[in-house]
């Protein structure tokens, strides 16, 4: 097989769909393994183990020789000439593929690091190289378009999500901080505010409502620094800032930002349909070129007669 034929294999969508059944096969194969445990089982699987390692190493180096250059393989970014306002410039592009490569390669890796350890640390080590090999099912996000228009919108609210979280970290900071100086050095039944660790814990579990008023009540009833009216006023102003009015804001600005991306998309899209040639639009520019074209023939025409003094 000739080096253009294995590149092409190789980005063919059977070459993809052969993987994908095999990653399907696979998580399938792990999850059978936690039912079916008699004696007959594990046998089975750990050979069924050893050959789909094998071959997805085989893949990853059927498409790394693929490559115009294995370094190829890797390649996360490229530069590109882009045209901004009639000038042409270089820009870097980030890769969506080099991304995948990246994530396939290190899984693998991981794998194959867990089976050779096995045989010089301990055998169970090889199972952490399989959990690795599981997280080879979000490739299956790449199987429909409809899947990866919904991977890119949510990568696209990934500053959102993590402005969100450093404005969660804050309050539950300064919350723990409070809680430690009223009940610090102090374990009750239902929480727990004796360190910063323990702390966080405490508030986070309040941040989801589980069991929320019964960690007030047990603080105001059982402590003998403040009354239950403290307590209060402090988990209540707690749950109102996180649980109701951040991810209240939170929702609505991912809800905003994801409908502007698909509103831009729609807006994309119907410029590409009226660019093309194929549009209403594109037909009467490309009949305007056409004549356009008849009359600047008619036009040399004209010139060649009269400099033959035809006319």
């Not at 994530?103 to 301990?122: K, N, P, R, V």
């Not at 910063?196 to 007030?216: A, E, H, K, R």
């Not at 009833?221 to 951040?246: D, E, K, M, R």
């Not at 991912?254 to 998309?265: A, G, I, L």
Request: some cysteine; aromatic content about 16%; overall charge negative.
């Amino acid at each position: 097989m000739t080096h253009q034929r294995m590149k092409a294999f190789a980005q063919s969508k059977e070459f993809s769909h052969i993987v994908n059944y095999a990653i399907i096969s696979f998580a399938i194969l792990v999850g059978a393994e936690t039912i079916l445990k008699d004696q007959f089982w594990p046998t089975l699987f750990l050979t069924a183990d050893y050959l789909f390692l094998a071959f997805f190493t085989i893949e990853i180096i059927f498409r790394i020789v693929a490559e115009d250059h294995p370094l190829d393989y890797f390649k996360l970014f490229t530069r590109e000439k882009v045209t901004i306002k009639g000038k042409q410039t270089m820009q870097i592009v980030y890769t969506e593929h080099g991304f995948w490569n990246y994530f396939d390669f290190m899984l693998i890796a991981f794998s194959l690091i867990g089976l050779l350890t096995q045989f010089f640390f301990h055998p169970s080590l090889i199972q952490i190289g399989r959990l690795f090999r599981i997280f080879r099912i979000i490739r299956l996000l790449e199987v429909s378009d409809h899947l990866k228009e919904v991977e890119k919108r949510i990568v696209s609210i990934i500053p959102t999500v993590f402005s969100f979280v450093v404005l969660l970290l804050i309050l539950t900071y300064i919350y723990a901080i409070l809680g430690m100086y009223m009940y610090g050095s102090q374990v009750y039944t239902t929480c727990n505010f004796s360190t910063m660790t323990d702390s966080f814990v405490t508030l986070f579990q309040v941040m989801t409502l589980d069991n929320w008023s019964d960690v007030m009540d047990d603080l105001g009833y059982h402590s003998p620094s403040y009354p239950l009216f403290v307590a209060q006023v402090y988990f209540v102003s707690f749950v109102v800032f996180t649980s109701i009015i951040t991810f209240n804001v939170f929702i609505a600005v991912m809800t905003s930002q994801v409908q502007d991306k698909m509103e831009k998309d729609i807006e994309e899209k119907m410029e590409a349909v009226q660019n093309s040639d194929d549009s209403p639009q594109g037909q009467l520019r490309q009949g305007m070129k056409e004549i356009l074209a008849e009359l600047q023939l008619l036009k040399q025409e004209l010139r060649e007669l009269k400099g033959g003094g035809k006319l």
